[in-house]
């Protein structure tokens, strides 16, 4: 089964490749560096929060981000080349730094992903990513079976256009997630009833899809990138998550907490999807009803059919919280924000010594 959506958030300019000598990178003039800062990256999210993607260890190029970056419209500069964060640095690099160049255009963006890209599209149970055209294409499959661990994860940049090297700045590469974040929290609405948490499960959904970049966003310019998304394989796809469970686990606890209240929480990356009539959303819990723990805990379980909730649409950066509080019966509440991420970093790297390098 086959179907095709169009999903607000990420796409890019197209990027134009000629031959470039090294001396014909600069020009001659002591420019800084130039140099890139990461927005999106401080963040408790999947393809983040290891902290791999902050370190400077080159065998853990996978977790990097890889950077194109055009001068004049026509010369390659970068080509998925991998920046790692300087140490003791905010600032980031290629290994192979390139100066500004007065009078020349620049135009830039990025993406990195979790896992790393596979060579081919991926068949595996546990799921991953297959990555084409300079980043703008992907074919994600989403583990068979819930694990937090093996979701994929992608963010591709907005476009960071510079008119002239000689105003050298930090290029701000605003990573923008593909994926849509959907978080399940259980609550119960009284902190004196004694109620356990059983399980969750979402079922009937798309784990595969084939998406590729539209148009991509400008920086500052408030634009959102645009992906096409071409569903493949079937919605049966059902996720359980049994409680209790470790803590430990890849997603933080809700926001607005509530220790008294809170019984649990399931967090899922999917791609981008429309939900069909199939597609539920279920939760098994038991309950203290005389409250003296005397006699067993008597177990209930609710099924939600979520095309009946707004949103049934679960669009690329996107975070869908389902909401269950628990009191006589369960009560579902489901709201939709943008996938927001932290603050960037930026900073200028001066020539070493007062010198250039057009390596």
Request: proline share 3%; net charge negative.
């Given at each position: 089964m086959r179907r095709v959506i169009y999903i607000a958030l990420v796409a890019v300019s197209a990027i134009f490749v000629s031959a470039c000598s090294k001396d014909d990178l600069g020009n001659g003039e002591n420019l800084p560096y130039i140099t890139f800062g990461i927005s999106g990256l401080d963040i408790e999210t999947k393809s983040l929060i290891t902290g791999n993607l902050l370190d400077n260890n080159p065998n853990k190029?996978?977790?990097?981000?890889?950077?194109?970056g055009v001068r004049n419209n026509t010369d390659q500069i970068y080509s998925k080349t991998?920046?790692?964060?300087?140490?003791?640095?905010?600032n980031w690099q290629p290994s192979n730094k390139r100066q500004w160049a007065a009078g020349s255009s620049y135009s830039f963006y990025a993406y990195t992903s979790s896992p790393a890209a596979s060579a081919s599209a991926p068949t595996s149970d546990n799921g991953g990513i297959y990555v084409e055209y300079s980043g703008l294409k992907i074919t994600v499959l989403q583990p068979k079976d819930y694990n937090e661990?093996?979701?994929v994860d992608y963010m591709l940049s907005h476009a960071y256009k510079v008119a002239d090297g000689?105003?050298?700045?930090?290029?701000?590469?605003?990573?923008?997630?593909?994926?849509?974040?959907?978080?399940?929290?259980?609550?119960?609405?009284?902190?004196?009833?004694?109620?356990?948490?059983?399980?969750?499960?979402?079922?009937?959904?798309?784990?595969?899809?084939?998406?590729?970049?539209?148009?991509?966003?400008?920086?500052?310019?408030?634009?959102?990138?645009?992906?096409?998304?071409?569903?493949?394989?079937?919605?049966?796809?059902?996720?359980?998550?049994n409680f209790p469970v470790d803590s430990g686990t890849y997603f933080p606890l809700p926001d607005n907490y509530d220790p008294n209240t809170y019984l649990g929480a399931m967090n899922l990356l999917t791609v981008p999807q429309q939900l069909s009539s199939k597609a539920t959303l279920t939760v098994s819990y038991s309950v203290d009803e005389d409250d003296n723990n005397e006699t067993p805990q008597k177990?209930?379980?609710?099924?939600?059919?979520?095309?009946?909730?707004?949103?049934?649409?679960?669009?690329?950066?996107?975070?869908?919280?389902y909401t269950l509080s628990i009191n006589t019966g369960v009560a579902l509440k489901a709201s939709i924000s943008d996938w927001k991420d932290a603050g960037y970093t930026e900073g200028v790297v001066l020539p070493e010594n007062g010198t250039g390098n057009n390596n």
């Open positions: 190029l996978r977790d990097c981000v890889y950077v194109y991998p920046i790692m964060r300087e140490q003791n640095s905010s661990a093996n979701m000689a105003n050298y700045r930090t290029v701000m590469l605003y990573m923008q997630h593909a994926m849509a974040w959907i978080e399940i929290v259980v609550q119960k609405e009284m902190p004196e009833h004694t109620i356990t948490l059983n399980s969750i499960t979402l079922g009937n959904i798309f784990r595969s899809a084939t998406m590729q970049c539209e148009s991509q966003g400008i920086a500052n310019s408030g634009e959102k990138n645009i992906w096409m998304v071409q569903l493949s394989g079937t919605n049966d796809l059902s996720y359980t998550k177990e209930y379980s609710q099924t939600f059919q979520l095309f009946n909730y707004i949103p049934y649409v679960w669009e690329s950066g996107n975070k869908i919280t």
